[in-house]
Structures are given as structure tokens and as C-alpha cells.
């Protein structure tokens, strides 16, 4: 026996909005309180509101990362980004992602990586959808 005891971790670890809209983002020599940042509707999609968590400011032009909001049954239609690699990550909801003609099942755990220049789409269930989407360089 090594002396390490195994962590049990729950099978479903319950997520919500505020779990990471209302929490707190640490650098090293400082902290960003996600409450005092704003939702946003997206400016082309119906339904999509959109928390910008990390910005090319706070990253050193690396990355962003934004919290993304989808209202049941509606979706970001088909679009691409030429320039970012996209990372979503799904932290609750369901939906679907089409991805260069692929449906991929959205749920929470399930993480998708967009090249730059592919077509995609996603699409909320009847709940609705929540995800992290993070843009490799930064989209803002």
C-alpha cells in the first residue's frame, strides 16, 4: 500500500450559472470578481447572452474565455472564426453541436476543440445550455 487513500468523486458534480458567473478569477498578483463583469446579448444570435470572463488585456493577448448562456431551443447558427482555435466546454444543459457536418451530443463534460476556419453550430435542448468557450488567440 502506498498510504494514499483514493478520493471518491461524486459522479455528477451540480453546476449552475452562478457557480462561475458569480465567482472569482486569481492572477498571481491579483483577483477579477465575475459578479461586477456584465452579461451581454450576443450581437447576431437571438437568445445568446454572453459573460466575457477573460479578455486579451488580462491574458497577455494568449487566450479569452467567456461564459456563453443559450436559451432553450434556441442556437448560434452556422458560423467560423478564422483566426481562434475554439475550446468548449459544457458545464450544464444539453444541446448539440454541428461541427464541419458532425453532431456531437452536448453535455455537461463533454468538450469540443474548433480549428480555426470550421463551420459550426450549436444548438440548446429544452433546458437550455451552458458553456465555457475559450479562444486560442483571444476573440476580445
Not at 14 to 40: C, E, G, Q, R
Not at 87 to 107: D, N, Q, R, W
Not at 113 to 123: F, L, R, Y
Amino acid at each position: 500500500s502506498t498510504g494514499y487513500k483514493l478520493l471518491e468523486i461524486p459522479r455528477r458534480i451540480p453546476m449552475n450559472v452562478s457557480t462561475i458567473a458569480n465567482n472569482t478569477v486569481y492572477f498571481s498578483h491579483s483577483s477579477k470578481n465575475l459578479t461586477d463583469v456584465a452579461w451581454v446579448d450576443h450581437p447576431t444570435f437571438k437568445g445568446i447572452q454572453i459573460k466575457h470572463l477573460l479578455t486579451s488585456a488580462e491574458t497577455g493577448n494568449t487566450f479569452s474565455s467567456h461564459l456563453i448562456k443559450v436559451a432553450p431551443q434556441c442556437g448560434l447558427e452556422s458560423h467560423c472564426h478564422e483566426k481562434q482555435k475554439e475550446l468548449h466546454e459544457i458545464i450544464g444543459g444539453s444541446g448539440e453541436c454541428v461541427l464541419t457536418g458532425k453532431t456531437i451530443c452536448y453535455k455537461p463534460g463533454v468538450m469540443t476543440v474548433i480549428d480555426e476556419g470550421e463551420p459550426h453550430q450549436v444548438k440548446a435542448g429544452t433546458q437550455g445550455l451552458l458553456l465555457l468557450a475559450k479562444f486560442f488567440p483571444p476573440l476580445v
